[in-house]
């Protein structure tokens, strides 16, 4: 059970991870590869600020904002200088790895012992729970630190799922949009493109970074290595997504990106459970997205000569 | 009110690849002129109109507009002075958002992009009962993608929106070349119609010689980079299609008798 609860945590915690490569991957076609390094980024800034004594709640505000400059930094490359959008990512990423050295002063801040979002929530949970240490749902015991956790954090991701929703039905999130699905049409109408896309990098990686922040709090740790990745798993739970709610309305793509987000976690997690090497991960989330990418175009292929064979 | 002083600009300077799109182009435009432009494949036509709209910014000359000088403004700044409607359907509206967000956009043209709810029911009453004008049926479809709709409808739409907000200069670039001989008649239509009722100053590039016959009270014919002739008032008011068609031929025995020479010469110095 708690094996569930903890896929589920992260599953959420992810999902923001998951809305911010859709921004940037879905919503710009944008290849923004620095979440690599934003999401340590936001990890980074959380615990050197939570091991310093700041509030957790401003510390893991913090670590949007950081992700959110280094977002606004790739889009000014791409946009202003012209660079190559993969490029400007891997520079930024690439840059962010001796920021975050720096940041955190080691290559690991474990957060032992210090007042974070998790204690919050463990506090939070005995007040509402009585002090009690467990609840009973349908016959299992479930710790109250992991029910309150998984709450709290459910409800972070659902008020940011409405946030963003809300945002790009606005003037400024409705041209966002438009930018992405056609730039001389924007233009045309006295938008600014490039700022635009800054600004969309930006909240892309203030989400990142934000799951980063929640990620190292929830595991006790900020590591320098923990962003490798990520990228790759916001991709493929973007495309579990889309998978499941079959549609391009953005309600529920939103939805779906969470949804894909905590199914690809549960999967992962069972797998681990039923003996896959941890090392091969990354390579068969790699191969995931790979398959899911040439899926559509294969199939069309499919379909279109047993069309032809059919007419032979 | 528009002007143009000696614009010219080359693609692709000092490489094979270089052409001279439009050399020293003046041009000036009254308060509510309806011009028609027309002219051979490649002759600059459709350079001349982004020239004006910024989509790229001029090599040499000046661009003013009621007096201010624009000539080194972006696109985008332009755009709150000029309403655009383009050849391909596909470039004037944005396929995944729906009618309405297109609209509301377009009823933003030139102002800055807020945290307002962009279509509360007041917008959406308004854009409803301005679609219905087209007469198309597609004040049911405001919710619907319009990468969903033809490409007639979509030129339609794309006309509502460069003229949602009363442009100081509408600029119409073939836009009806793509569409079916009854699309395009009736986008035709509606573009006379909301360039009369709103007296716009417009620039409109056209590849039928029967709209420039018939439309505006200006003709300019262009070849090889440069205005060759302009017809106004009365003038172009006796222009037939027959006269079009003429001094076409004209500029093509012209351009035989330069090329005939230039061998001639070539063969006899060279
Ligand atoms: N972006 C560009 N880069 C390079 N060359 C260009 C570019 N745009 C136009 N040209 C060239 O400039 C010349 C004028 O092109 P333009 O599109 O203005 O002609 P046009 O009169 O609109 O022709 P058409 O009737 O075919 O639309 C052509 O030779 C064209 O190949
Ligand atoms: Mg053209």
Redesign the pocket.
Known sequence: MSLLIGALTIGFILSLLALGVFISFRIFSFPDITADGSSTLGAAVAAAMIVNGVNPVVATAAGFAAGFVAGAVTGTLATKFKINGLLSGILVMTGLYSVNLHIMGRSNVPLLGEKTLTTYAQAIGTTVLGGRTSLNVMGWEVSTLDASVLGLTFVAIALTGVLLYAFFQTHLGTAMRATGDNSRMIRALGVNDGNMIVLGLAVSNGLVALSGAFLAQYQGFADVQMGIGMVVWGLASVIIGEALVGTRQLGFIICGAVMGSILFRLLVAIALRLGLNPNDLKLITAVFVFLALILPSLMRKFRSRRVRLSHA | MLELRNVT?V??PGTP?E????EGVDLTLEEGAFVAII????????????AVAGT?LVDSGTISLDGTDITRWPEHRRASLMGRVF?DPFTGTSPNLTIAENLVLAAQRGLPRRLGWALNRKAKDEIRARVQQLNMGLEHLIDNPIGSLSGGQRQALTLLMATWLKPRLLLL??HTAALDPKSADQVIALTDAVVTRDRLTTLM?T?SMHQAANLGDQLIM?HR?RIIQEFRGAEKRRTRVDDLLARFEEVRRADQLDETAAEMLERTYV
Request: aromatic share 8%; glycine share 14%.
């Open positions: 600009k693609f692709n690849n052409v001279r799109a439009i002219g051979t494949n490649g002759s600059g036509k459709s350079t001349l109109l982004n790229f050849q670039d073939e590039v590849h262009m980079g």
